[in-house]
């Protein structure tokens, strides 16, 4: 989890990419009512047929923030009950309800300063210079880590593959 270009789905992408098959960890695709970017495991969903598949129980979570809808599929749970490490791009404030369903989660929050995070913003034009200051503000906004709630900060203003290298281990240090 992490604020709006935060890198997210660029450190998944990594580490989808350096992990092995004995590492048994699976990135778990999201459902978003808006197009899918090149660089995210997502999938685009309408609202209406977003409303539909929540009604129907197809997600483990969902969350709305900035106006869209998020969700990750329920196949998450048929990977753990495997024995499966599942890494979830995922929402700060949804964070409780997150815990709730997995009490044994780990939450990494990916960091950046704010002079990276405004040029990441920027760089991908994909809001107005209004919602990029909106976003920055969010971004160093608290929000509560539930108790008992294992939490990471994970620093990522250089390399992404630095970031990306300590987040798989992270994941295999939870597997282990």
């Given at each position: ?9 660029t450190l998944?992408?990594?580490?989808r990419?350096m ?26 969903l309408?609202e209406?047929?977003f409303?539909r598949r929540?009604d129907?129980?197809c ?31 995922g929402s ?11 009490p ?6 990916i ?7 405004k040029q990441?913003?920027?760089g ?18 608290t929000?509560d880590?539930?108790?008992g ?5 994970l ?6 593959e630095?970031a ?6 992270i ?6």
């Amino acid at each position: 989890m992490g604020a709006s270009g935060s890198g997210k789905d660029t450190l998944l992408r990594h580490v989808r990419a350096m992990s092995t098959p004995e590492d048994r960890l699976l990135v778990a695709h999201r459902y978003i009512t808006r197009p899918s970017g090149a660089d995210e495991a997502s999938v685009a969903l309408t609202e209406e047929e977003f409303a539909r598949r929540e009604d129907l129980g197809c997600f483990a979570l969902s969350w709305r923030s900035h106006g869209l809808a998020y969700g990750i599929g329920v196949e998450i749970d048929a990977w753990m009950a495997a024995g499966v490490t599942v890494l979830v791009n995922g929402s700060r404030a949804y964070l409780p309800q997150a815990c709730a369903r997995y009490p044994g989660l780990c939450a990494v929050e990916i960091v950046v300063d704010a002079r990276t995070l405004k040029q990441r913003l920027t760089g991908r034009a994909r809001e107005s210079g209004q919602a990029i200051t909106e976003r920055l503000a969010r971004a160093v906004a608290t929000f509560d880590v539930p108790v008992g709630c294992a939490y990471v900060a994970l620093d990522n203003n250089d390399a992404p593959e630095q970031a990306a290298k300590k987040l798989l281990e992270i994941a295999r240090q939870r597997h282990a």
